[in-house]
């Protein structure tokens, strides 16, 4: 089992990323990193994500201070909801429960990478909320 956002877990989702064919060929000219922020009463958790045309090239946890080109912040249990599929990333953004630091065209032109990443959660196996 790995925990939900633990840096364990960013290694498996790396890994699942890298094995999903959809997104690598969905993701194919995309070029951009990421951190995503999960905030919860125990502490922020930042996880940084290298993602280059279909590959994730690396993650790691990160401090507040560290940049990407975009940063996505929300609650835990949002997160959760978009890692079981009971909530869309990118409709969140818009109504702002998600937040975002970023260029929203660029990620609204690659909703079908997005989409992609979101499944690539399903595949990372013992993923304990």
């Not at 790995?2 to 790396?14: H, L, Q, T």
């Not at 940084?48 to 994730?56: R, T, V």
């Not at 702002?96 to 660029?106: A, F, I, R, V």
């Not at 079908?112 to 979101?118: G, H, N, R, T």
Request: hydrophobic share 40%.
């Amino acid at each position: 089992m790995v925990k939900y956002f633990s840096p364990e877990w960013g290694v498996e989702f790396c890994k699942a990323i890298n094995s999903n064919e959809k997104y690598q060929k969905a993701a194919a000219t995309w070029e951009g990193d990421f951190i995503f922020v999960s905030t919860s009463d125990e502490g922020d958790i930042h996880l940084y994500m290298d993602l280059w045309h279909g590959e994730c090239r690396g993650t790691k946890k990160v401090g507040p201070d560290d940049t990407a080109e975009f940063v996505i912040t929300g609650p835990y249990e949002q997160w959760v909801k978009v890692a079981k599929k009971e909530a869309d990333p990118i409709q969140l953004m818009m109504v702002g429960e998600l937040k975002l630091e970023g260029d929203m065209t660029k990620i609204m032109r690659a909703t079908k990478a997005a989409v992609e990443l979101v499944n690539s959660i399903s595949m990372v196996e013992g993923t304990e909320f």
